[in-house]
């Protein structure tokens, strides 16, 4: 299995600053990590695939980098709607899920 | 609009089984792989289960292979976990989710429902 571990687990931020989420692979996943944006209650939405691809609609503040073990998702100018719970997600050997990183205000 | 609706969920005894159900509309079905995913406080989003376009193909998680069966009816827009033998850490709140292609383990859950709750307990 591929163990996905995200840091921080829990990140605080003001309106407007910038946030750096890492995600790390217990195997080379090459490219193949998706990251999703769930808010409770709420089914999780996707935001990047392939790593760095933008998906359609969702804001150019968001983005993603990395390959084989070590990803990061980058928030910037952070708005009111982005404090929510982040999910790093693989998808090369089955499938598995980062624990969550909870971004809340400050 | 992609939107998927589970139910099927409830309350129910350890040992019992379980029934639930995604209709899928705004898209078509059977043109997509579709998944199971759960969710709980302690252990996050577990992947469970996905199901090719035609139904040939199913790959399990070990946590559940055995006891869960995916299965879809593609004239009905349906998707379908079957639950035998519930224990308590079955305990979740169950989500199905769309695949981005047609076959098992080549693309990734991309639109999910909001999920269905089942609580196993005595």
């Known amino acids: 299995d591929v163990q996905m571990t995200q840091s921080p687990s829990i990140l605080s931020a003001s309106v407007g600053d910038r946030v750096t989420i890492s995600c790390r692979a217990s195997?080379?996943?090459?490219?193949?990590l998706a990251w999703f944006q769930q808010k409770p209650g709420k089914a999780p939405q996707l935001l990047i695939y392939?790593?760095?691809t933008l998906e359609r609609g969702v804001s150019s503040r968001f983005s993603g980098r990395g390959s084989g073990t070590e990803f990061t998702l980058t928030i910037n100018g952070l708005q009111p709607d982005d404090f929510a719970t982040y999910y790093c997600?693989?998808?090369?050997?089955?499938?598995?899920f980062g624990q969550g990183t909870k971004l809340d205000i400050k | 609009q992609v939107q998927l609706v589970e139910s099927g969920g409830g309350v129910v005894q350890p040992g019992t089984s379980l029934r639930l159900s995604c209709e899928a509309s705004?898209?078509?079905?059977?043109?997509?792989?579709m998944h199971w995913v759960r969710q709980t406080p302690d252990k996050g989003l577990e992947w469970l289960a996905i199901?090719?376009?035609?139904?040939?193909?199913?790959t399990y998680a070990d946590s559940v292979e055995g006891r869960f069966t995916i299965s879809r009816d593609n004239s009905k827009s349906t998707l379908y976990l079957q639950m035998n033998n519930l224990r308590r850490e079955d305990t979740a709140v169950y989500f199905c989710?769309?695949?981005?292609?047609?076959?098992?383990?080549?693309?990734?859950?991309?639109?999910w429902g909001q999920g269905t709750l089942v609580a196993v307990s005595s």
């Open positions: 989710a769309k695949d981005t292609h047609h076959n098992t383990l080549t693309g990734f859950p991309d639109y």
């Open positions: 705004g898209f078509t079905l059977r043109n997509y792989a």
């Open positions: 199901i090719s376009y035609n139904g040939r193909d199913k």
């Open positions: 195997q080379n996943i090459r490219k193949w």
């Open positions: 392939e790593a760095s």
């Open positions: 997600h693989q998808y090369s050997i089955l499938y598995s």
